[in-house]
């Protein structure tokens, strides 16, 4: 398998403008989990899916944010209209939710899309 | 809420040597994970814990955990350049794969 894959993996954009950066998780897993990495506040959760239903999205900073997965093999996260507070890495990763052989449940990170608003 | 404290935040040290970086969390998991990340990559999956008491190596690292402490440490062994990097602890909120919530990240130089 390819792993988790995001694209793109830089976008720069103006202000107020829309973003929309794009997810393939590993092919089997049930659990899909955004996330964005900044210098200020590193890791946070932004929204989670359970076989395509988002189950927590709580950590969605604004309404501007929106996050779908319309079937299991992609995920999208829209900003609109884009801040330049929106800056950051923003982190696809997915996961089966069930311990495998090894007894393991990690979740297997994406390579990001640094996003820059200018 | 759940809060996940990691120290230290940086360190410095020099090829050889032992050190250990420590992960508190504040409630109680049974689910504890070490990723590393090399600048500008991704998060690397390193060690999963999850049960009191597990022990985990892989070369000169090892992870442990003490869910009754709220305490995860992983301590590196005669230290490398190559293992220079951010090291994260993050803990699982919930019963199953509900989303991690992360440490700060140690960052990690090692000089020759």
């Known amino acids: 398998d390819a792993g988790v894959i995001q694209s793109p993996r830089h976008e720069v954009t103006e202000m107020g403008q829309e973003v929309t950066l794009r997810c393939k998780p590993i092919s089997g897993h049930d659990y899909l989990f955004w996330y964005r990495q900044t210098m200020m506040r590193g890791l946070e959760l932004l929204i989670y899916?359970?076989?395509?239903?988002?189950?927590?999205d709580s950590g969605m900073p604004e309404d501007r944010f929106s996050a779908k997965m319309p079937n299991a093999s992609f995920s999208t996260l829209k900003i609109q209209p884009s801040e330049p507070r929106d800056s950051a890495v923003y982190f696809c990763?997915?996961?089966?939710?069930?311990?495998?052989?090894?007894?393991?449940?990690?979740?297997?990170f994406g390579q990001g899309t640094r996003l820059t608003v200018v | 809420e759940l809060k996940v404290e990691q120290n230290p935040l940086f360190l410095s040290m020099q090829e050889g040597k032992n050190y250990t970086i420590y992960c508190n969390y504040s409630?109680?998991?049974?689910?504890l994970y070490w990723y590393r990340q090399d600048p500008g990559k991704s998060l690397e999956s390193l060690f999963v814990l999850l049960s009191n008491g597990a022990v985990k190596q892989e070369g000169r690292l090892m992870a442990s955990l003490d869910t009754k402490a709220r305490l995860s440490t992983l301590h590196i062994t005669a230290a490398v350049h190559d293992l220079s990097a951010t090291y994260f602890c993050?803990?699982?909120?919930?019963?199953?794969?509900?989303?991690?919530?992360f440490g700060k990240g140690t960052h990690l130089i090692i000089q020759p």
């Open positions: 899916f359970n076989n395509n239903v988002p189950i927590d």
């Open positions: 993050a803990v699982d909120g919930g019963g199953g794969a509900d989303g991690l919530t």
């Open positions: 409630t109680t998991s049974d689910r």
């Open positions: 990763a997915s996961s089966s939710g069930r311990p495998n052989r090894k007894g393991n449940t990690e979740a297997f």
